[in-house]
């Protein structure tokens, strides 16, 4: 018989966004009204990175120069999770720690892509023209920067987690997948120790004329979440990035380690996005949430994206459970896909530690305060296009 | 009877399913006749222009065409194709298949017609407003188009859970579908999810697939920048030359790989034919370099350590080796030092063949694909050759079944897989549950 499975807990975590570094610069910079750029891509709404000094995370310069900025962001942010985790010099702990990555991938060269469509226009032999373009103008390392395992690569290389590696894409989706199978791992004794969570580059007019394609890139002005579907709704990508270090009780307690909150659930689902299908999701596995569920003390971390018709299905869903308070991060640090998941559970994360939400500034509509200390987070992911999923983060001791 | 768990007390995980598509052929059969004559599929590329590339050759598979050609599209098929093949075997059923899909697939991404879709509706929209065919086309302009609406077509084919999307839709597979990479060990990882979701006990069933159609001119530019790629374009046929010591590169190559994975509980209770078993799943991460193996080979050796302990397994009961084997000077250097390692002197003994001698590197799918053959290779204990093999490395004293196929008892087989990103996975099968 199998052994009875075991509890999660999150012993690190380490984000990055538009809000700054570190749970302390997001806890305060939650305190204010979200803001985001509307000029350097405009009309498009994006959250921009904030500068940061790679260096402290990434010391060689060489590292660097071989990484596209959404892997920087990833190598950053997954180095701040390993120091929140006390996991940084020891080489045994790093060699069993298990990794696994939700990644996009395919950062372009710009001015490359440019030139090359304009001369195909006129060019004689298109076919030649462009293996001529391409053979003398990419980067031979724009490859290894754009190919998606490669941050779970550049994590190996610069912070020596060398347990196992795996990248899981598929946008949204790929980011609760993730967080889910290391908690599985874990939970059923598969794994001791998962570094779980993924990166994005918001600042990319690929990516921009990918959603856009779609009808899902926001543009001007900004609004919170909820305050977007009278003009279509619409996201605003997001440069962030966020790793949480999972891990056993066992094994945190064998080497002291500090349990910031407990992984309790995490379920996904797919739909095929017909009317109601999303919100039918999010009923059945709040539903499977619901016998572990205090509702004095809970609140929902939604991770709406603003993006229509997905988020008037999460409203509704919302308002059928109106008495739970909500925060929906991308208000604040807008949209990173692959990254958001992790990144609420990582916020998640932080309220618990604080007991409290900080202020409402979603225009939901139906707000309300939170009734005593916060002990529970249930975390919401509904994609852009698909990508359901729901975890339950719960306070420790 | 036998046991339903393994040494360890888990689920034995068994596969009742296998689908193959490579440059060589679809199905099984016609697959295993050309890989054991010998028969390369490597030809001259036809798909698009070569005229500037170092690189003129590819293990394509041209016998589904399609116009405009799509690299993401090809790989849907392929898949397709291979998953057809390994449920109808498996008879569990189209439309309902009862487990998660886990599938390797390279990142999706827009491709060059994507592109320059999008930059003939700018350059529409510029002549309309008077303002010229043939300026200068920047994201910008490409923006404008994607803003029109006509292109949401696109948004759902280029999102890189497209694919898996579409399959899970089309086979009806259950939970959410997983698209993964491990970059060259895509394919094996896939496989060990599977593995690992019904040793959990979440499942019962897994279908896992590798697929990868992605010779096209930017992608196979990408390899040959990185001087990963063969050139020696003239014959085709004879470009790929795992451990010869002229080797010089692999050969990008496309193809599918599927696998139905079940419990043996689950196997037996319905009466399934037991085509072998995954005894044993190791990884190990390698933090030296992004396209290169740390000079002392430690994750090498303890991938395939971990895998063979995973099994219950000792090194002396591996019978049979399924290398990654691409052809790089540096892989099959470093695979010999792995293997030197962790069989002693048993190394020179145990026959390691190349797959990718004959077919190519199917990347994504390679991990799916190999596993497959290894499983024909229990099946009809009957080893596959590593063609090409004229000029040996003395560096590299193995038994690579140099050329011709032959048979041989093997009960218990190892096939490795080695990333770029240094993604290291190896599976250790056997024919029949212990």
């Known amino acids: 018989m199998a052994e009875a499975p075991r509890h999660v807990l999150i012993t690190g975590i380490g984000i990055v966004s538009c809000l700054g570094e570190g749970p302390d610069a997001h806890w305060q910079q939650l305190m204010h009204a979200p803001r985001a750029d509307v000029s350097r891509f405009a009309p498009y709404v994006v959250h921009l990175l904030p500068a940061i000094e790679f260096d402290k995370q990434i010391p060689k310069k060489g590292d660097q120069r071989q990484m596209e900025l959404w892997q920087r962001i990833g190598t950053y942010a997954a180095g701040l999770a390993l120091d929140s985790a006390q996991a940084k010099g020891d080489p045994a702990l790093l060699g069993r720690i298990d990794l696994l990555v939700a990644a996009g991938g395919g950062e372009r060269d710009y001015a490359v892509d440019s030139a090359i469509l304009t001369g195909l226009q006129t060019a004689e032999n298109p076919g030649a023209f462009l293996n001529e373009r391409l053979m003398s103008d990419l980067r031979p390392t724009l490859f290894l920067g754009q190919l998606s395992n490669l941050l779970a690569g550049n994590i190996t290389i610069v912070h020596s987690v060398t347990g196992s590696s795996r990248t899981f894409m598929g946008e949204e989706a790929a980011g609760v997948d993730a967080v889910r199978i290391a908690a599985a791992r874990i939970a059923s004794r598969q794994s001791e120790i998962v570094l779980v969570g993924g990166a994005h580059n918001g600042e990319r007019p690929d990516l921009l004329l990918l959603y856009e394609s779609g009808g899902y890139a926001l543009k001007e002005p900004f609004a919170p979440v909820f305050a977007r579907a009278e003009r279509g709704g619409g996201m605003a990508l997001a440069s962030l990035g966020a790793f949480i270090m999972l891990e056993s009780p066992e094994h945190a307690g064998a080497r002291g380690a500090q349990a910031l909150a407990r992984l309790s659930h995490i379920l996904s689902r797919r739909t095929r996005r017909h009317p109601g299908d999303v919100t039918a999701a999010l009923e059945r596995m709040w539903a499977e949430l619901t016998p572990s569920l205090d509702s004095a003390h809970c609140a929902i971390v939604s991770g709406a994206t603003g993006a229509e018709p997905a988020t008037a299905e999460e409203r509704a869903f919302l308002a059928a459970h109106a008495g739970i308070p909500v925060r929906a991060t991308g208000t604040h640090i807008g949209h990173g896909v692959e990254a958001q998941f992790p990144m609420n559970v990582a916020l998640a994360t932080l309220a618990l530690q604080h007991g409290e939400l900080y202020p409402p500034a979603d225009a939901l509509g139906h707000d309300v305060a939170p009734g005593g200390t916060l002990r529970q987070a249930v975390v919401t992911s509904v994609g852009h296009w698909r990508g359901e999923g729901m975890a339950l983060v719960e306070a420790v001791a | ?434």
């Open chain 2, 1 to 434: 009877m036998t046991s339903t768990q393994d040494k360890a007390g888990r689920p034995i995980v068994v596969v009742t399913g296998m689908g193959i598509v490579t440059s060589l052929g679809a199905g099984k059969a016609d697959n295993w006749a050309k890989l054991t004559a010998g028969q390369s599929g490597i030809k001259t590329i036809t798909r698009f222009p070569t005229e500037g590339l170092k690189t003129t050759i590819a293990g394509a598979v041209d016998f589904l065409p399609l116009e405009p050609f799509c690299s993401t599209e090809l790989g849907e098929r392929l898949a397709e194709l291979a998953i057809d093949e390994a449920i109808a075997q498996a008879g569990v059923g189209r439309g309902t298949f009862p487990g998660p899909l886990f599938l390797a697939v390279a990142p999706v991404e827009f491709e060059w017609h994507h592109r320059e879709a999008f930059a003939a509706a700018a350059a529409a929209a510029a002549t309309a407003a008077g303002a010229g065919a043939n300026g200068a086309v920047d994201y910008d302009a490409l923006l404008r188009a994607a803003a029109s609406g006509r292109f949401r077509a696109l948004h759902e084919r280029c999102v890189v859970g497209s694919v898996a999307e579409n399959l899970s839709e089309r086979f009806g597979t259950q939970g959410s579908p997983i698209s993964l990479s491990t970059a060259c060990a895509s394919g094996t990882t896939a496989i060990q999810l599977g593995v690992e979701a019904i040793r959990r006990g979440e499942t019962e069933a897994a279908l896992c697939v590798g697929t990868d159609a992605s010779v096209n001119p930017e992608a196979l530019i990408r390899f040959s920048l990185l001087s990963a790629l063969s050139t020696q374009n003239d014959p085709p046929q004879a470009a790929a030359k795992p451990f010869s010591k002229n080797r010089d590169g692999f050969v990008m190559a496309e193809g599918a790989g599927a696998l139905v994975l079940e419990s043996l509980a689950a196997a037996q209770a319905r009466g399934a034919k037991i085509l072998g078993v995954i005894e044993g799943c190791g990884e190990m991460a390698d933090s030296f370099h992004r396209t290169r193996s740390s000079p002392d080979g430690k994750p090498i050796i303890g991938c395939m350590r971990n895998a063979i302990e995973d099994a219950g397994r000792h090194p002396d009961e591996i019978d049979y080796i399924n290398p990654h084997g691409t052809g790089t000077p540096e892989n099959d250097k470093m695979e010999h030092v792995g293997a030197a390692a962790v069989f002693g002197e048993r190394a020179k003994e145990v026959p390691i063949s190349s797959n990718k001698s004959m077919i190519g590197h199917t990347l994504s799918a390679a991990g799916a694909v190999e596993a497959i053959f290894t499983l024909l290779t229990l099946e009809h204990q009957r080893l596959p050759p590593t063609i090409n093999y004229v000029v040996p490395d003395p560096a590299i004293p193995l038994d690579v079944v140099p050329n011709v196929a032959r048979d041989a008892r093997v009960r218990c087989a190892l096939s490795n897989s080695f990333g770029f990103g240094g993604q290291n996975v190896s599976l250790v099968m056997s024919r029949e549950p212990a």
